[in-house]
Each structure stands twice: as structure tokens, then as C-alpha cells.
């Protein structure tokens, strides 16, 4: 069997079919294993995804609306056939070994944390929380299929940044997984505007159509308001956070949204990139201009015009990027009398540069001082 197209690769019984042809056959584990493959609780609905080698479906797991990402890639290239599915099992599912001891495992875990999120003192406890996510059964054991299972969900690096922040609240909650497949909370509001302009018109209008049906369609301002202060708290979050350092590698608006409630959620966590991941792109990358130096779309460090290398610190932190979305979303129906103030500290924001690492204090106060602005403004009222 041929898939000819990509409209053929984005069907959920195909990854259905693969995931639980693993499953039956001993090689992985999960919470929602039983649900997707005996009972048929976990339903794919609409897909996604704008790559097929990351499978994303909206669906219904027990009647509640979800998000269902099934990072199949190898087994949906165009070329494949059904007797290609058991190389997947082995390339993908080939760690830990039969026979490794839960003592070498947590050793894995701890070297393999190390190398995304760096030496971090609060490491261990990470390790913890996985082991106990892994031990589907709750017998106190991690089963070869749950340690390979969520062994593979940790190479994704969506899920790990999902579940290095899972304790915030500003990111889709973590509901389940089999094997690599895993299962998130639908965030209901997918742009800061609460509407999405699809991509084939974002080329065809001018921007000032843009800007008039973001405008339509956005909030009340306080309740932009209420959604900016939790963006900004999300900043501080990631900013020297438990498990270390976090750059937004994209900040669009399609990558940041909210929910019923107006509060804050980050949409795409593949745009964010931790500062190991950054450095170990910069390092000994050869560069004529800064451009050479960027990790994503705007995450940028500094050539070196004389070596000819990339210096390892992005310039831009990420509260500058977040005020430079935030400036027409906040100044637009902003209360006349703290309009004003509100442009200059955005203007100050916008223009932090420089290394983060040297400027923490002066981060830490514009920060500070924003949110302050915003949350005596609407503190006492019903937005709050």
C-alpha cells in the first residue's frame, strides 16, 4: 500500500493502526493505550497538522474535546508500506534494553535531562515525576514497554518542554499518551484576537484589513489586559525558571491564545527552545552576518566578524519580543488615562537588548513594573 499524498498521510485510523499494532504487540505502554485500541474511547476527529511527520488531530477522549499528537514521522513517509512498521518499533522504541535495571534508568533520564535543560539542581525531582508518569499500572514498577514508551515521548521536544513546565498553568495541560502518541487539553482560543485569519487570505489582504478584523474580533481590553499579565508572567516563568532557561523562538500570534476563562495559555511550545538547545546550535557555527546566527526565526546571537563564528547568547530576550506583540493588542481600546504610561513602558520594553544574563535586574523591573501597570488597572473588577 502506497500513500500518494499528504491528505492520505493525515488520517487518524493510520495512526491508529500503528500505534496500536505496538501496543498489542507488547512493545509500548500508556493511559490512554486502552482507550485508543480496545474500548475506542479516544476518538480522532479533524486533522491538524501542517507536517506529516507530526500527526496533530483535535478529538474527543470520554466525551471531553482534546488534542491528540502522534509523532509518527518515519512510518508516514510517501513511500512507505505496511512492512515498514516494525523498523519504526526498532529505531524508535529501541531504548532502554531488556535488562536495565530501574537504578540505570534513572541514570539515563538524569544524563539525558542534562543534555536538553542542563546541570539543574531540580533535575532529580524531574526524573521523579517521569518514572511515576511511566508507571501507567501503579504498581510501584516501570515495565520494559512503559520505560521504552516514555523514553520516546521524552525525544519529542514539545512533549519534554510540556512536561519540564507542567506545573505552570499557562500551558496545555498534559492528559495522557501510548507510546510517542500523547493527548493535551484543547485550548479553545488559538490567537491572542480570539480569530485566526486563514494563511492563503494573510497574503492577499492589506495589513490595515489585518489589523481592523483582529480588532473586531479581540476581547474587551481588560480582558487582553488579563491575558497579557498571565503572557508576562509566562516570560518570568521561563526566564531562569526550575528547569533553566527558555527562549520563544517565534513569537507570533498564532503561537499564543487563552481560554474561556481569558487566561493566558501558550499554543505552540515547538516555537520555545531551551538555552542548551540554543547554545548547542551556536557552537563552532560558521557566520558572515548575525542572520547566520538565528535558531528558528528570531532567536539571534552575534557573529563574530573576526573568527567568523556565532557567539553563544541570544541578544533579544524574550520579554522584548512578547512586548513588541503586546503594543497594538494592549494600546488598541486602552483607557485614555493610562494610555499614555502604557506606550512609554512598552516602548521601554521593546527596546531591551543586550544579554540577558547581564541585565537581569533591569528584566526583572520592566517586567514587573508592566504587569503592575496593567493589574492595578482591572484588580477589584470583574475581569480580575
Avoid at 519529542?156 to 500551558?171: A, D, G, I, P
Avoid at 520555545?272 to 557552537?283: D, P
Avoid at 506606550?343 to 535586574?361: H, I, Y
Wanted: include cysteine; aromatic fraction near 8%; glycine fraction near 6%.
Amino acid at each position: 500500500m502506497h500513500y500518494s499524498s499528504y491528505s492520505e498521510l493525515c488520517r487518524g485510523h493510520v495512526c491508529r493502526m500503528i500505534i496500536c499494532d505496538q501496543y498489542k504487540k507488547g512493545i509500548i505502554s500508556g493511559s490512554t493505550c486502552k482507550d485508543l485500541c480496545e474500548e475506542r474511547g479516544l476518538l480522532f476527529q479533524h486533522c491538524l497538522s501542517s507536517s506529516p511527520s507530526q500527526q496533530v488531530y483535535r478529538g474527543l477522549w470520554r466525551d471531553r474535546e482534546v488534542i491528540i499528537k502522534c509523532g509518527i514521522g518515519e512510518a508516514l513517509r510517501a513511500d512507505s508500506r505496511p512492512d515498514s512498521v516494525p523498523r519504526r518499533d526498532v529505531v524508535l522504541f529501541d531504548k532502554p534494553t531488556r535488562g536495565t535495571s530501574m537504578d540505570e534508568f534513572k541514570e539515563m533520564l538524569l544524563n539525558f535531562l542534562k543534555s536538553k535543560l542542563g546541570d539543574q539542581p531540580s533535575l532529580p525531582a524531574l526524573v521523579t515525576r517521569i518514572i511515576t508518569m511511566a508507571d501507567v499500572n501503579r504498581d510501584g514498577k516501570v515495565s520494559l514497554a512503559e520505560a521504552k514508551s516514555i523514553w520516546a515521548l521524552l525525544q519529542l521536544n514539545e512533549f519534554l518542554l510540556m512536561f519540564s513546565l507542567h506545573e505552570k498553568e499557562h500551558t496545555a495541560k498534559l492528559l495522557g499518551h501510548c507510546g510517542d502518541l500523547y493527548v493535551t487539553e484543547k485550548i479553545p482560543h488559538t490567537s491572542l484576537y480570539g480569530v485566526d485569519i486563514p494563511p492563503f487570505l494573510q497574503s492577499l489582504l492589506p495589513s490595515i484589513i489585518h489589523q481592523l478584523i483582529h480588532q473586531w474580533f479581540a476581547p474587551a481590553w481588560p480582558r487582553r489586559a488579563k491575558i497579557a499579565i498571565g503572557l508576562l508572567e509566562f516570560v518570568e516563568e521561563i526566564f531562569h525558571g526550575t528547569y533553566g532557561n527558555f527562549y520563544i523562538c517565534e513569537s507570533g500570534l498564532r503561537n499564543v491564545g487563552y481560554n474561556d476563562k481569558f487566561d493566558f495559555k501558550m499554543v505552540n511550545l515547538r516555537k520555545v527552545a531551551t538555552e542548551m538547545t540554543i547554545r548547542g546550535f551556536l557552537k563552532g557555527r560558521h557566520c558572515e552576518q548575525n542572520g547566520d546566527c538565528t535558531y528558528g526565526r528570531d532567536c539571534t546571537a552575534t557573529c563574530d566578524k573576526l573568527l567568523k563564528q556565532c557567539k553563544s547568547d541570544v541578544v533579544q530576550p524574550n520579554l522584548a519580543k512578547v512586548c513588541a506583540l503586546l503594543q497594538d493588542y494592549l494600546l488598541y481600546g486602552a483607557p485614555l488615562e493610562l494610555k499614555e504610561e502604557l506606550q512609554k513602558q512598552l516602548r521601554t520594553c521593546m527596546t531591551l537588548s543586550g544579554l540577558a544574563s547581564q541585565m537581569e535586574v533591569h528584566h526583572s523591573l520592566v517586567l514587573n513594573n508592566l504587569k503592575t501597570l496593567l493589574w492595578k488597572k482591572i484588580s477589584n473588577t470583574k475581569y480580575s
